[in-house]
């Protein structure tokens, strides 16, 4: 997607007018994210998930070494950073949970009203836990699946398509009809069936069966790309000079196919969080009381689709940008490596 | 005729990935550790003796192997097993549902293909443009959406706020308008079959509009480039025939290709907007199977929808082939 090649076209014919200007290599892709608007814009997006991963991360666990659990009641509580109010209840002091200064103890829990106060902005869950704070702590569980399925699947499927692409032959053959099969199953299918078979709902399982479901689409654009190394002078004058196999696939072929995987990765992060939500939504993805989008989404749905709307909306909302942030930054990157792109 | 040898051969490819779904399938729901045995006794007692007479009934306590070839034998005689939960067939419960999911795929991707196509051709002609802008925030935010959100959506928007339309089931047109109590005349059951339709096949469309409309734009910008559209702007063939004919026609291939690469996306996003919409469809058979632990009916439908995206892009293939002169049947992929 050509974006934004307006302004680099002026910049490329000044520069080459004093020296020839090299298109690969990490700088000259820095520099065009750095020009490009909608990259940029991505960039940041997925820079601001990260950041509030790990704050969440880290603050999550920082709370669970001190008081014994995750405080995700109020919004209260995540503004001053690494500091928690005493009011959490030391574990296994009653399951309830409730903050004692919550305004509706007395009664069941009804979801309170989006925007009802300074201490809940988008109103609590059906739990009296703010909603706000479990939408934040929800970017944990879904921008580190999202990595983490993704490196699964970006790993299993550099292997294998490299090992099928350099070997080629009977090798490739059998390697690509495994890749093939396991395709032709829908990831979520696939994923749905491997989590229950393995050992039951858990995001873990799920991470494991998004990671593994995705290797197939990684192991055929790692083979195609493998099969035009395979062909440069340098894998020859490798080969003639005695280097092994592995080293060969490790050393020259992978790093040389890698950068429309790197474009690829990015823009799979955000299909994983996608398939990583739906999951969720249907049960078989981070389970209760974990704070994640598609299982909020979920109980919204099922239960408060008349009675409090706006619980419905704001995870949407928060998987919409995260997605977004990751599409957005994957497309930059595609336009900045790929040289052939100003036409 | 050539494209029916080019189908043939195209479908007996086809059987090693059939076959290789089935082992997969089988294996999943065989070796994993949850066996079937102590799956379908979950909350009850397990003593030797129910689960001896079980594994006797469904041939469980034969090797691996000899299990898969039954299997196998049963599912060339259209036999896929007898559901645990629904004490039915398999065969039959997927043949009841197999055609609301048909129809929501299928007009989902109507739905995607009329709206991208116009969206992407547009997008293309006017290159950097405030319409092509618009239109690719669109897709950007169509490929960035979960379908059950947009769904979610759609409901909240226009069944519970404006009460237009209904949010859950479906009206299946091909079914006399006598099953349903509130309708009379075929007129009516296609009327309320498309009002009933209209939100699930959004839901499930807008991914799909997205992709195959960023494709068509870059295929479109492609194409304006290419010689022959230059020759034509020479001869000075009207601008908007060059749009219309010219550089349309060529673009128009890798939509196909899209089409049958993003259905296994289409069907696995049918399984959660079926959920959403409550429509009872394979997806939500799926659903039953799974939280019923009825592994017999797991597998069906897992082969099932494995072997549905399977045909589907060998309709996209021949389509493909019957479209694009250049391919020589037999050779290509």
Do not use: C
Request: charged share 15%; no cysteine.
């Amino acid at each position: 997607m050509a974006v934004g090649e307006s302004q680099l076209d002026g910049e490329t014919e000044s520069g080459a007018e004093d020296e020839v200007e090299a298109r690969v290599g990490w700088r000259y892709t820095v520099a065009r994210i750095k020009q490009d608007t909608t990259a940029r814009l991505g960039l940041y997006i997925v820079s601001f998930t990260l950041f509030v991963a790990m704050y969440t991360l880290i603050d999550s666990n920082l709370s669970r070494l001190t008081f014994g659990q995750v405080s995700d009641y109020t919004f209260a509580q995540l503004l001053p950073f690494f500091d928690h109010p005493t009011h959490i209840p030391p574990p296994g002091e009653g399951t309830q949970h409730m903050p004692p200064y919550f305004p509706l103890a007395e009664q069941s829990w009804n979801p309170l009203p989006a925007g009802g106060t300074l201490e809940h902005p988008l109103g609590t869950d059906h739990t009296g836990r703010d909603y706000f704070t479990r939408i934040v702590y929800g970017t944990q569980v879904s921008v580190f699946v999202g990595l983490i399925s993704t490196f699964i699947g970006l790993s299993g499927g550099t292997i294998i398509g490299a090992v099928a692409g350099y070997y080629g032959g009977k090798v490739d053959d059998i390697l690509m009809r495994i890749v093939e099969t396991v395709y032709a199953i829908p990831p979520l299918i696939l994923i749905i069936v491997f989590t229950v078979f393995i050992g039951g709902a858990s995001i873990w399982y799920a991470v494991l069966g998004v990671g593994i479901a995705f290797i197939p689409i990684f192991a055929r654009i790692i083979r195609s790309q493998v099969l035009s190394v395979r062909e440069m002078d340098y894998i020859e004058a490798a080969q003639a000079a005695g280097v092994r196999d592995r080293n060969i696939i490790m050393r020259h072929v992978v790093p040389n196919s890698f950068a429309p995987m790197l474009v690829y990765a990015t823009l799979q992060i955000g299909v994983t969080i996608l398939i990583v939500a739906g999951l969720s939504f249907l049960g078989y993805g981070a389970q209760p009381p974990t704070p994640d989008w598609g299982q909020m989404l979920n109980i919204a749905h099922r239960n408060y689709m008349h009675s409090n709307i706006w619980l419905s909306i704001w995870p949407g909302i928060a998987i919409m940008i995260t997605i977004m942030g990751f599409n957005l930054f994957g497309d930059g990157l595609q336009d900045a490596l790929d040289p052939q792109i100003d036409d | 005729m050539k494209l029916l040898k080019y189908a043939t051969y195209r479908l007996l490819q086809s059987i090693p990935v059939l076959i290789g779904i089935s082992v997969i399938t089988f294996l999943l729901a065989n070796l994993g550790p949850g066996d079937p045995v102590s799956l379908m006794l979950q909350g009850q007692e397990q003593n030797e003796e129910l689960v001896r007479a079980i594994e006797q009934r469904y041939g469980l306590n034969k090797p691996l192997h000899e299990r898969y070839l039954t299997y196998m034998g049963g599912l060339l005689e259209g036999d896929l097993g007898q559901s645990i939960h629904y004490r039915r067939p398999v065969a039959d419960l997927i043949l009841e549902r197999v055609g609301p999911t048909l129809l929501l795929v299928l007009s989902a991707y109507a739905f995607a293909l009329v709206t991208a196509i116009p969206l992407g051709v547009v997008a293309a002609d006017k290159r950097n443009e405030p319409s092509d802008h618009a239109s690719r925030v669109a897709a950007l935010i169509g490929v960035s959406t979960p379908s059950f959100w947009i769904g979610i959506v759609l409901i909240l928007i226009f069944a519970v706020k404006l009460e237009w339309l209904p949010s859950s089931g479906l009206v299946y047109p091909w079914r006399p308008p006598s099953t349903y109590r509130s309708i009379d005349g075929h007129l009516e059951l296609y009327y309320q079959s498309l009002r009933h339709l209209l939100l699930p096949m959004i839901a499930l469309g807008t991914l799909q509009m997205a992709t195959i409309m960023r494709v068509e734009r870059t295929q479109m910008i492609e194409s304006l480039q290419g010689e022959y559209v230059k020759l034509a702007r020479a001869y000075g063939v009207p601008e908007r025939t060059i749009l219309r004919k010219h550089a349309f026609q060529v673009a128009q291939l890798p939509i196909v290709t899209i089409v049958g690469a993003n259905l296994s996306t289409a069907i696995g996003g049918a399984v959660i907007v079926e959920t959403v919409f409550n429509i009872n469809g394979m997806g939500q058979l799926f659903v039953d199977a799974i939280q019923q632990n009825d592994y017999q009916l797991m597998m069906g439908v897992t082969m099932m929808l494995g072997v549905l995206f399977v045909l589907g892009v060998i309709v996209t293939d021949i389509s493909y082939a019957y479209i694009d002169p250049r391919v020589t049947y037999g050779e290509s992929e």
